[in-house]
């Protein structure tokens, strides 16, 4: 594979998409040094500038109105199917990355021009459109999508059974392209000396149940008074967040923070007693990841790989769901758990052991291995 050179496809991203997209580059960059990547937003902007890729960027214009957004959409498939016949005599394999599990035009396309292509499945787009009227029709794409994968690269099998995706098994290959930087991300602050302070970082969107993190904060704060809340994002909900925090005089519960730089989290994770993940659906957050690592224990809605990953009362905490009501009983039961501390290490111990670069790249052979 290392003579071959790679494309790597995802659609339009945002922020929170650079550290999962850059050690994706990272894994395959070690086995190929012929990278092109095709991106828009945040991706783009962030790797234009990168030497070891070529860059190309797919603009994409967002809507609030269905049939612009349909136009849109489809305009966006065909610019990225342009780019993939315009890179046809230098890229001999494709990975589809985030938001791709409905690019079906570029995945005909790659496949009439004799490509294979692999599916990274990080998290289903239909399942963060909720309610959408147009949900319908990204089921129908996501459908065909996995069908005409050669490959689907899942992070776990719980996103197998979670995700149904059983009928596509024999072309599914685990691997996840996680690690962690263990000289950054580590403790700073010893777990005991901690201000009670519960962290959010991710996007400000619906499906990531901020919502709903938000609603179980008065409950939460009446019981527990000195319980303070870090938020970390941006977001389409910024204002509606900012403007709750308002109305139900939160401000001195809650610290609403825009995006901080991928090597300022360490110390954002070492102030927090507790990062909670109360999301709709997930693939692997790396945030979880990068907390355990600091020391900081996880408290989660068991979407996507999560349960791989935290067994309650052991590596971490699961909730039943993310209502507000059980939000709030499971952040007063975790923050009176007599050994959190030593459930905080058993985390850090967890991801010690399994997300270094060596042993994702170990894991990754099996992908490679289908390429070779």
């Not at 995006?259 to 957050?285: A, R, Y």
């Amino acid at each position: 594979m290392s003579e071959n050179t790679i494309g790597i496809i995802t659609t339009p991203i945002s922020k929170s998409g650079i550290i999962p997209l850059s050690d994706l580059i990272k894994i395959i960059f070690s086995r190929s040094k012929n990278i092109f990547l095709i991106t828009g937003g945040e991706g783009y902007d962030f790797f234009r500038n990168d030497t070891r890729i070529t860059a190309l960027n797919i603009p994409h214009n967002s809507s609030t109105f269905s049939l612009q957004r349909i136009f849109n959409y489809l305009s966006l498939q065909l610019k990225i199917s342009l780019a993939i016949f315009n890179t046809r005599k230098q890229v001999d394999f494709y990975f589809f990355f985030i938001g791709s599990d409905v690019l079906l035009l570029p995945i005909i396309t790659a496949h009439l021009l004799r490509k294979k292509v692999f599916l990274l499945y990080a998290g289903s787009l239909v399942k963060s459109s909720g309610n959408d009227p147009l949900v319908f029709g990204l089921k129908i794409l996501q459908f065909f999508t996995w069908t005409l994968a050669d490959k689907i690269i899942v992070y776990s099998k719980s996103i197998i059974r979670g995700d149904s995706l059983e009928r596509w098994a024999g072309k599914i290959v685990i691997a996840h392209q996680h690690f962690i930087d263990f000289n950054s991300f580590k403790i700073k602050k010893d777990y005991i000396s901690r201000e009670c302070i519960v962290g959010y970082i991710g996007r400000f969107s619906e499906e990531k149940g901020i919502m709903h993190l938000l609603h179980a904060i008065p409950d939460t704060v009446s019981k527990k008074p000195d319980i303070r809340f870090l938020f970390i994002g941006d977001g389409p909900l910024k204002h509606t967040i900012r403007q709750y925090i308002q109305d139900n005089h939160l401000s001195d519960t809650i610290i609403l923070h825009g995006w901080v730089s991928h090597d300022i989290l360490p110390d954002c994770f070492n102030q927090m007693k507790l990062l909670i993940i109360p999301s709709d659906t997930e693939g692997l957050p790396n945030v979880m990841l990068e907390a355990m690592a600091c020391g900081t224990p996880v408290l989660a809605n068991p979407v996507g790989a999560i349960p791989d990953l935290i067994i309650e009362g052991k590596t971490g905490f699961i909730m039943e769901n993310n209502s507000p009501e059980i939000i709030a009983q499971n952040l007063l039961r975790v923050l009176s758990e007599p050994d959190l501390e030593k459930i905080a290490e058993n985390g850090r111990g967890f991801i010690q052991e399994n997300f270094s670069f060596e042993k994702t790249f170990e894991n990754w052979k099996r992908v490679f291995s289908e390429i070779e």
